[in-house]
């Protein structure tokens, strides 16, 4: 998450640094770049750069996400593009050269104390997701605590202030602000809060029945352990 102390004048100061010594090796962006004095930089080291100016030290690559990044630049006025595409002779270095090393920095961080941080933050969201469920269900579906409850509560936000929770995985920022140019009005609002609500029922429920079925095999076979890998 990009901390609240990072201004528009950090951001500056990292993009003429930026300008002035290059990008470090693995540093590099291959499907956004926020434009300045008509160069190209990627958005995600220039937030980690921009964070030296504003709380003294560089933000690692796994504690701010891509599309947090283009958005925040794009909030302060800078212009911010996605490549329209990736040059061959870059696929074929992205694939020869840096494939083993992603997979080896990720075990690495996947072990480390910020990574393990990550997975216990996902196991509590898992956990704050089904008591918000368990919550909607007593709700009256037409009413503004429902609609506001799954529009900024369900739907996984970053730290704004419409969000009723701060998720790991920010889809929107405000998602009405998102789709204002579709002009729905509060009946759409309801219908659409209502449709996401029993989608993810249907999810739940789905996902449920195929951990019973998991469950039953498993007991009805006496003479052999079957064991079943379900995706959580």
């Known amino acids: 998450m990009i901390p609240d102390s990072i201004k528009k004048e950090h951001v500056l100061k990292a993009l003429e640094e930026a300008e002035s010594q ?7 962006s291959h499907r956004n770049y926020v434009e300045y004095n008509a160069k190209r930089y990627p958005p995600k080291y220039i937030i980690s750069l921009a964070n030296k100016y504003a709380g003294g030290k560089l933000l690692g690559t796994s504690e701010v996400r891509r599309i947090e990044c283009r958005l925040f ?5 800078f212009n911010v593009l996605e490549s329209s595409k990736i040059q061959p002779s870059n ?3 992205l694939r020869n050269e840096d494939t083993s090393d992603i997979i080896s920095d990720f075990k690495k961080w996947f072990h480390s104390e910020p990574g393990q941080k990550n997975l216990i933050t996902i196991e509590n969201e898992k956990k704050e997701v089904t008591d918000l469920m368990n919550r909607l269900d007593t709700m009256d579906k037409d009413s503004v605590e ?4 799954v529009l900024y509560g369900l739907l996984p936000y970053s730290k704004t202030k419409y969000a009723k929770r701060v998720s790991t995985f920010p889809v929107f920022l405000n998602v009405k602000l998102l789709f204002r140019n579709y002009n729905y009005n509060d009946s759409d609002w309801n219908k659409i809060a209502n449709m996401i609500y029993r989608l993810d029922v249907r999810n739940s429920l789905t996902k449920d029945m195929k951990n019973k079925s998991t469950i039953s095999k498993v007991n009805n076979n006496h003479n052999s352990v079957i064991a079943y890998y379900k995706p959580s």
């Open 91 to 93: 696929v074929s270095r």
């Open 146 to 149: 429902f609609i506001d409850s």
């Open 22 to 28: 290059g990008i470090p090796k693995g540093r590099q």
């Open 73 to 77: 630049l794009k909030s302060l006025g």
